[in-house]
């Protein structure tokens, strides 16, 4: 039995939501599109809009690319979003979709209709957006688009029937990191050859389409769209060779699944990676939640690993039985309609699918046993079976990663073990609390690193050493995809990897500095920042940008972790200016961009400024460098006086702690 918890599979397996979609969807081929209301299972309200499906064969055969993908972001500004989340870069490669979706998208995607869908979700109502053919891919963009414009709208789904691929492998990250994955739902029958057609050459099926588009389209428009009794009563066209035509989509739906499955193997191959440009297969990938339907029910598969197997080898199986139906199951989904709300179950746990008849004993499996077998993915089918078991193994293996990761985390604050020492980030911790603590004479945390005088400062860079190979090791797994795709957008792993970059990339500066790196190899910003901050900060920028509001996780330390690199940038500059290395007009712009970033901090209350002028610290040398004139004329004089002020009565205090202004 499929969960009917709000948003998730359930809403897709309703009777009435799906024979709404259904309706919509064969009601838009006559008008072009539709509206209608529903009412599901629980008694709320669902507005379902339906895009048609018509398409001129055109946008198959005359396309600049090979599979007829262009960016998502071309001449437009509706899925901002839609980039490669593992790059820490800008600009970042955009996602890229099926250029004669896009182009549909935007004629019927018209500021009144936006005005009215935006106008329902706020006065609290449902919207479910549905098509058939390339309305689906339609629906899927619309649903897009509104998702960007309300990132945490939960009450906005798609239904898409028979049109189930349509972005690249970009577009369906960045939907998974954003977690929107459950708000889509692609219907899939077990011998749609449409289905799988984006997986082949638009020049391999640009002439079959050109004869079949104007079937599906005109028989679409004949059917009774007040029923879901979708009869097929027309032979598919004579002068089409079927057997080519469907041997060519499996050929290269068959290139596809080698590929993806070879790619996943570990340890990863790295000869495969290599060689995927010169392949040149299909680029679309899936996303979403997938039912999977025969005449005799359905298979709903949230793993989308398991998609692209299913896709090739159901329509394998069906090409054996009859090919006629690969033509003819692009208008049967009303036929199929009654068989899926009442037999559909959701295909979990796929790294133990059974590979005999004895290990499928629990009545539960039974059942699963007999949709696979229905869908030609039964016992008999062993290379079927293996690429699902290996894609179970593939998210089990995520799950593991993120397991073994969060605890490896936990134990860097707090061993689970009394007999462990203290973990490295609790030890950081009390070191820079120790450092800032001017009742015994703290020369701040950053100088006091710097100096390396201590045996704290000693063991602090070890635990440095440790927390930069874990941070590596997370970063390198979100970029090959070992982690799940919204892994930097969990609110756990935000805040511990901010907190780990302000406490300890001020640490990883101080020891550039110290041994004089950067005459050799260049300042540290623009020469040596390691990749594993810069991805670390894009995980807290894009969370912001998704929360539309700037955050202080980790109130009283400097929120800008770099902060010690521009300090030394513009000491050294007045170093070289004084030996004449710098012409003095330069190093006065610089050191004026220096103060005004400095008192931005400052106002925005970002900067830990007591702790900046504590003791004989570097940034306190650079001021003092200035000439009485030049710090009285400073945008910082007042704000500098004050903290050390501060400092001085902190530092009288028989007891207590340090203060630190705000």
């Not at 018209?110 to 629906?139: P, R």
């Not at 029923?227 to 002068?239: L, Q, R």
């Not at 935000?494 to 970059?501: H, S, V």
Request: net charge negative; hydrophobic share 35%; glycine share 6%.
């Amino acid at each position: 039995m499929i969960s009917s918890r709000h948003g998730g599979p359930g809403i897709f397996s309703q009777a009435p939501v799906l024979s709404g979609a259904l309706q919509a969807c064969t009601a838009a081929y006559k008008c072009g599109g539709d509206k209608r209301e529903i009412t599901t299972n629980s008694g709320g309200r669902i507005t379902v809009l339906g895009f048609s499906g018509n398409l001129d064969g055109k946008d198959f055969s005359q396309t600049p690319t090979k599979y007829g993908d262009c960016p998502i972001n071309e001449n437009n500004d509706f899925f901002g979003s839609m980039v490669d989340g593992g790059a820490w870069k800008e600009p970042r490669k955009a996602a890229r979709v099926h250029q004669g979706a896009l182009k549909k998208f935007f004629q019927v995607w018209t500021d009144v209709l936006q005005q009215q869908v935006v106008a329902a979700l706020e006065s609290g109502e449902t919207i479910l957006f549905t098509g058939h053919s390339i309305g689906g891919a339609i629906a899927t963009l619309a649903t897009l688009a509104i998702l960007e414009k309300r990132s945490n709208c939960t009450s906005v789904f798609c239904i898409s029937f028979g049109f189930p691929l349509i972005g690249d492998e970009v577009l369906a990250r960045a939907v998974r990191r954003q977690g929107w994955a459950n708000q889509f739902c692609n219907v899939v029958s077990k011998a749609d050859i449409f289905s799988r057609i984006l997986l082949a050459p638009c020049v391999s099926v640009s002439q079959p389409l050109q004869i079949l588009l104007p079937y599906w389209i005109e028989s679409m428009k004949q059917m009774d769209y007040s029923s879901t009794d979708m009869p097929m009563e027309e032979a598919p066209p004579e002068n089409l060779d079927i057997p080519q035509f469907i041997k060519t989509v499996l050929h290269n739906a068959s290139a596809v699944v080698n590929y993806s499955t070879a790619a996943n193997m570990e340890p990863t191959n790295k000869v495969i990676e290599a060689l995927r440009p010169a392949l040149k297969i299909s680029p679309y990938r899936p996303f979403g939640y997938y039912m999977f339907c025969s005449s005799s029910g359905g298979i709903l598969v949230t793993n989308y690993e398991a998609v692209l197997p299913m896709l090739y080898y159901t329509l394998a199986a069906a090409n054996e039985d009859q090919a006629e139906a690969c033509i003819t199951e692009h208008l049967g989904y009303g036929r199929l309609y009654p068989g899926v709300i009442t037999n559909t179950v959701q295909l979990e746990e796929l790294s133990n699918l059974a590979l005999s008849h004895h290990a499928a004993a629990s009545s539960s499996q039974r059942v699963i046993e007999t949709r696979l077998d229905d869908l030609g993915l039964g016992l008999q089918n062993a290379r079927a079976r293996l690429a699902l078991r290996a894609a179970g193994e593939v998210q089990k293996q995520i799950t593991e990663n993120v397991r073994m990761q969060e605890e490896e985390l936990e134990n860097f604050d707090m061993p689970k073990r009394h007999d462990k020492e203290a973990g490295p980030m609790r030890v950081l911790r009390f070191y820079r609390d120790r450092c800032r603590d001017s009742n015994s004479g703290g020369s701040g945390y950053y100088d006091a690193f710097k100096s390396q005088r201590n045996e704290d400062d000693f063991q602090a860079n070890v635990k440095r050493l440790k927390l930069a190979s874990f941070w590596d090791r997370i970063v390198e797994m979100v970029e090959n995809h070992k982690l799940p795709d919204d892994f930097q957008c969990r609110e756990k792993w935000i805040k511990a990897g901010t907190e780990y970059r302000l406490l300890v990339e001020p640490l990883d500066i101080a020891n550039y500095y110290r041994l004089g790196k950067h005459e050799d190899s260049g300042h540290y910003l623009t020469s040596a920042r390691p990749r594993r901050y810069s991805m670390l900060q894009k995980w807290l920028e894009d969370k912001e940008l998704r929360d539309s509001q700037k955050q202080v996780l980790y109130p009283g330390i400097t929120q800008e972790s770099y902060f010690w690199a521009y300090v030394e940038e513009i000491s050294w500059c007045m170093k070289s200016a004084s030996n004449g290395g710098e012409r003095p007009h330069d190093v006065r712009a610089k050191c004026d961009e220096f103060q005004s970033r400095v008192k931005r901090m400052i106002d925005m209350e970002v900067l830990c400024l007591e702790e900046v002028v504590m003791g004989d610290s570097t940034f306190l040398k650079w001021w003092n460098e200035l000439s009485e004139e030049d710090r009285r004329g400073s945008p910082l004089f007042a704000d500098i006086s004050r903290a050390q002020q501060a400092i001085i009565e902190n530092a009288n205090r028989p007891t207590g702690p340090f203060v630190f202004l705000k």
